[in-house]
């Protein structure tokens, strides 16, 4: 099946060439799709069904241009991964802490234009944060935006040019907030006597603002099948398990944190007080193992879907996030509308979730659902994931907290922001893409 191969695959090298292209398009009405690492699991960089359509690969727009260690901030092009750009820091002693389970694949670009969000972002912040100013190559020019730490100048315009996927430009250059290398680090394991609890503790934990740099709480399910792939086994369960039932926790609900500081003193004192909190939700240590399997195994989750699928199982993921005092009912209803989607007399999903991103007002839900797979089961979860995006919105959800629009959210993104939410994107597109050749289909649906 050709139907979805681009006409041409281009690699342009600067910004100004970029922009060339883009006006060669416009001239022509040739759809353009930019492509990074490749990752969007939500349809951002499928190619769009008219009969012409290009891909601008940006893996030649992939070095460092400067870093200016006086002021913390590194200028880089878009194609650069976080693998390679980490190394580089990590030899100046600087990095960006920002490893969304992606990294090993995606592309800086790629962060900023999807909004993204790494498993270190309850201590070190989403992208959005992370991100000074970026340089856009747009159908009508050339678009820059932000260039110092805050500013009252009107709206912030960067906001516009951070998670718009393509649809109004191509980003071709980036600064980034960079932070010094932590000196010392403690990854560590514990569990709660249930998600609701374990939900209070991380709750206190982030209003009181002693989160660990990354924090992540498994429901009971994901907790169970934690556990089983990678806990303890034989005589070593059997003590594990009468370990916790001493101290009054039976199932529970696992939590991981990982800790990075710039001082063994600092990360004493604040894990310490953070347990002084944490004990107070009945939640019980683990110790430091649980922890570093975790920080061992923590991008092999799309290898493991891919043995998964080359088995003959359906596994995909949805993701959503919301407010604390909503947070309890949205996971029921969110795991309840999976399960009712997918169940039937030759069916039994596995629908599990857990928290990884914590902020003083709420929190992310991450779901996973495994199922057998067979014929048909493409064509199930399409209508599945179709029901549970829309049981998130009335439940107080949003339709994605990291994993963007693209084309497979767009329908579901206007009953979040609204018609007047709505307007402003088109007028926005408009403007910066008045033959509409960006990326097609993302944000915006093209019946629109």
Avoid at 45 to 54: K, L, N, S
Avoid at 188 to 214: H, K, M, N, W, Y
Avoid at 245 to 274: F, N
Avoid at 318 to 333: D, G, K, R
Wanted: a negative charge; proline letters at 5%.
């Amino acid at each position: 099946d050709t139907s979805t191969v681009p006409a041409a695959v281009l690699q342009p090298t600067s910004h100004d060439q970029v922009l060339e292209v883009l006006r060669i398009c416009v001239e022509h009405r040739i759809s353009v799709v930019p492509y990074g690492g490749g990752t969007s699991v939500v349809g951002g960089v499928t190619r769009p069904t008219e009969p012409i359509g290009i891909v601008i690969s940006l893996d030649k727009l992939s070095a460092l241009v400067s870093l200016d260690e006086v002021s913390g901030l590194v200028r880089v092009q878009p194609g650069m991964t976080g693998p390679v750009l980490e190394r580089l820091l990590g030899a100046r002693g600087f990095t960006l802490g920002h490893l969304p389970q992606s990294w090993e694949r995606a592309s800086i670009g790629g962060y900023a234009a999807t909004r993204s969000a790494g498993q270190a972002s309850s201590g070190f912040g989403r992208i959005d944060d992370m991100i000074e100013s970026v340089t856009l190559a747009t159908p009508i020019g050339t678009w820059s935006a932000g260039r110092v730490p805050a500013s009252a100048a009107g709206p912030n315009l960067m906001q516009l040019a951070l998670g718009s996927e393509g649809a109004f430009g191509i980003i071709t250059e980036i600064t980034l907030r960079v932070r010094r290398l932590a000196i010392a680090r403690r990854y560590e394991g514990a569990i709660a006597p249930c998600f609701e609890a374990g939900i209070d503790a991380c709750r206190e934990l982030a209003q009181l603002g002693l989160t660990s740099a990354v924090i992540r709480l498994s429901d009971e399910a994901e907790t169970v099948a934690t556990l089983a792939m990678s806990g303890p086994v034989g005589l070593k369960r059997k003590i594990f398990d009468r370990y916790l039932a001493a101290r009054g926790v039976g199932q529970g609900a696992l939590l991981i944190m990982g800790w990075e500081e710039h001082s063994e003193a600092i990360l004493t004192a604040r894990r310490d007080a953070a347990w002084a909190v944490l004990k107070k939700f009945g939640v019980v240590a683990l110790g430091k193992g649980v922890g570093a399997t975790w920080e061992h195994g923590r991008f092999s989750g799309p290898y493991l879907r891919d043995t998964l699928l080359d088995s003959g199982y359906l596994v995909e993921t949805f993701e959503t996030a919301t407010s604390w005092a909503e947070l309890p009912n949205l996971h029921e209803v969110a795991r309840r509308a999976a399960l009712a989607a997918l169940v039937d007399p030759e069916h039994t999903p596995y629908v599990m979730s857990h928290i990884s991103h914590v902020y003083e007002t709420g929190a992310s839900l991450y779901f996973t659902v495994i199922d057998s797979g067979g014929a048909g089961s493409i064509k199930r979860w399409v209508a599945a994931k179709a029901a549970i995006s829309s049981a998130l919105h009335p439940a107080g959800g949003t339709i994605t907290h990291h994993h963007a629009i693209g084309r497979e959210h767009a329908p579901w993104l206007g009953a979040e922001i609204g018609p007047v939410g709505m307007g402003l994107l088109r007028a926005i597109k408009s403007e910066l893409d008045p033959t509409g050749i960006m990326n097609p289909g993302v944000l915006i649906p093209v019946a629109e």
